[in-house]
């Protein structure tokens, strides 16, 4: 009989060595997340993979599950204890090795496999580590999975079955980048800045970008997990700058920056100015509703309200939804309205029929990035940009807060802004039209400026982000106004990066 798996355990002792560590809330939302060691050991992945493959079996899906890992220090070795208790569940595991995200996402079209578990952290610091699931292709698990999951693993109430096999897949790298590349090369010879940040993406996007027809100037593309110069993340501004200053330095026309695990990418124009992602959608909704009149998209709550207002998405019959953050959330939503696309702040860019599999691959959207460029000869990255409406909108940010409080600090903050609302009070000298609460709070004012809080779905953070499409003072007196009210409770810890 496995160990009910422990809350807490000190390393180096008998108890570490001998029964499974898994802290309960790396139970996120919608994917698992732990610091490797401190909230989660090997046997506690162990017993995530058995109560995975129990839930598998639960749901009526048939066995047959895709797993990779991404580039840190031990990820492999998690990986191989999350397959050993994946097999003792009864379920046959085709291992694509080293991978993206979306190079598991495709294996589950690819290799026929409803369900996949994708070893990673994605853009969290070296020391998280965490699995991205799901068993419907292509979603990826939403709460009320993750929920009985938890269960599962935390009561050990495993069903150990026979049947479980493994299978490692070889080359299976060659098989999803010649998926990608199996489409007309670009006309138009474009340079392009290529940054990795030493993470997994560089053993794959440089290349697939030559393969298309760029001519790619890499950026931190060698594999070193110790992440030597910034953490590999599109939203970090330290990656942005880089990026910028290299694109400025070879004159390219555009510069590309990939997360840790490939399911994101970041935009720079030939300028060397950054563009946000959500910015970057509305460019791509511009491009991909001329083709495709009528067009559906979704974008999350952090996203720029220029997707409701853009006269070119007006005219051109494009619908948008915006819905909650985060992976899973959008993904299953573009699902739900076939939508031709979904977009969020962060990066993650969901390509349905005909442009993708409904799945987010950070290096389709570099493909769609470079390919928008092609579509219009002699406009460059920052003439388009400069086409869509100004707004002045702040990166994402994120204030500490812990895990065990930040929903319930969340519910205070909506219940404050609801009472300023009621009773007529004014906001940064507005009133208050809209209190958008799908996912924490969007509070917009009558001159279209907003700001949004919400919990981060896979870290001990709170998520800021505000705009404005008046005035860049009209930005920074909403973001004093949402920090003022965060500033109410004493659990809202310092930012990772503010305006």
Known sequence: MFPKPQVALSPNTF?????????????????????????????GVQALGMGLGTLV???????????GHDFRGYSSSIKYALISGMMAAGLRVKDVGLALSPMAYFGQFELDCPAVAMVTASHNDNGWTGVKMGANRPMTFGPEEMGRLKDIVMNAAFKLREGGAYEFVA????????????????????????????????AFAPQVLEMIGCEVIPLDVNLDHTFPRYNPNPEDMKMLHAIADK?????????????GDGDRCGVVDNNGDEIFADKIGVM????LSKLHANAQFVVDVKSTGLFATDPVLKAQGAKTDYWKTGHSYIKRRVNELSALAGFEKSGHFFFNKPVGRGYDDGVLTAIAVCEMLDRNPGRSMADLYNAVPKTWGSPTMAAKCADEVKYGVVDRVVERFAQISRNGENVGGHPIVDLITVNGVRVVTDDGTWGLVRASSNKPELVVVVESPVSEAR?????????????????????????
Not at 16 to 29: I, Q
Not at 247 to 259: I, K, N, P, S
Not at 284 to 287: K, M, P
Request: net charge negative; aromatic share 10%; charged share 35%.
């Open 247 to 259: 694109v400025r330095e070879t004159g390219a026309d555009v510069g590309l920056g990939f997360d």
């Open 171 to 202: 080359n299976f790298r060659d098989r999803y980048i010649a998926d990608l590349t199996d489409r007309p090369k670009l006309k138009r010879k474009l340079k392009v800045v290529a940054a990795c940040g030493n993470g997994t993406a560089g």
């Open 284 to 287: 791509l909704a511009r491009d």
């Open 57 to 67: 079996h639960e749901m009526g899906v048939r066995p047959d599950i895709v797993t």
């Open 15 to 43: 108890e570490y060595e001998s029964f499974p560590l898994v802290k309960p809330t790396g139970f996120r939302e919608y994917d698992a997340r732990w610091l490797f060691e401190k909230e989660i050991n090997l046997m």
């Open 475 to 499: 930005m920074r007196d909403m973001f004093k106004v949402v920090d003022d009210v965060l500033r109410e409770n004493a659990e809202v810890g310092a930012y990772n990066q503010t305006i």
